[in-house]
């Protein structure tokens, strides 16, 4: 069975433009979970979907955005990119809500 | 809200010696789940194991246990026979268990584990 999948793995912007991450979970899981990994602030809640639905969302600017497809691949978008969005992007994918997450590879998002 | 918290930045063990890892975490609910992820050098987080607070015995996977003090709010991750490849940043991590809950995980700040030869 295929884990969660990350593309791409690698991403170098600049200040200002705009990114989309994609994350395809695992087959079956309908719970999708995005995380900001940094150095200082650690690892940081941004979204949760389930079944198309945003169904919590952490403390972070509307510049972060996210969406949820039938076959319940995720997508999250960063627009107007700071130096400080640097970081590991991190998604999760759970078979339902309260069960163990699986985590994909991350996409290390650099903006310089 | 919930608060995870990992007191020790860094630790070290020897090769087939026992380490373990403090959390405590601070919460209003009654039932929930626990984590011990364990995050390698390739960044990939792997999920360790796993408690559920209203189960009293300890999870144990391997050479992976834990002590789980509910009243204390404290969730340690002992390791025995410490492996070269069991170096890593681990992280304690909690989640609710409401039936209407969301999946979101709380992280600690994680515990870098060192292992000598």
């Known amino acids: 069975k295929a884990g969660v999948t990350q593309t791409p793995r690698y991403l170098i912007k600049t200040r200002g433009q705009q990114v989309t991450l994609s994350c395809s979970p695992i087959?079956?899981?309908?719970?999708v979970s995005w995380y900001q990994q940094t150095p200082g602030q650690g690892l940081q809640f941004l979204f949760e979907y389930f079944s198309e639905t945003q169904r919590n969302k952490g403390n972070f600017p509307g510049r972060f955005s996210g969406r949820q497809f039938s076959n319940s691949r995720s997508e999250m978008n960063v627009s107007t990119l700071e130096l400080g969005d640097s970081a590991l992007y991190l998604c999760a994918s759970s078979l339902a809500a309260a069960t163990e997450a699986f985590f994909g590879q991350g996409t290390r998002l650099t903006v310089v | 809200a919930q608060t995870v918290t990992q007191s020790q930045p860094e630790m070290s063990v020897q090769e087939a010696e026992t380490v373990t890892l403090s959390c405590t975490y601070d919460?209003?609910?009654?039932?929930?789940?626990l984590f011990w992820y364990k995050q390698p050098p390739s960044r990939q987080m792997i999920l360790v194991i796993r408690q559920e607070a209203y189960k009293q015995q300890n999870a144990t996977e391997n050479r992976f246990s834990v002590n789980f003090q509910k009243a204390a709010k404290s969730f340690s991750l002992k390791i025995s026979d410490s492996q070269l490849g069991d170096a890593a940043m681990y992280f304690c991590?909690?989640?609710?268990?409401?039936?209407?809950?969301?999946?979101?995980?709380?992280f600690g700040k994680g515990t870098m584990l060192l292992v000598s030869p």
């Open positions: 087959s079956g899981h309908r719970s």
């Open positions: 919460t209003s609910e009654s039932d929930y789940y």
């Open positions: 991590a909690y989640r609710s268990a409401l039936s209407s809950g969301y999946s979101t995980l709380t």
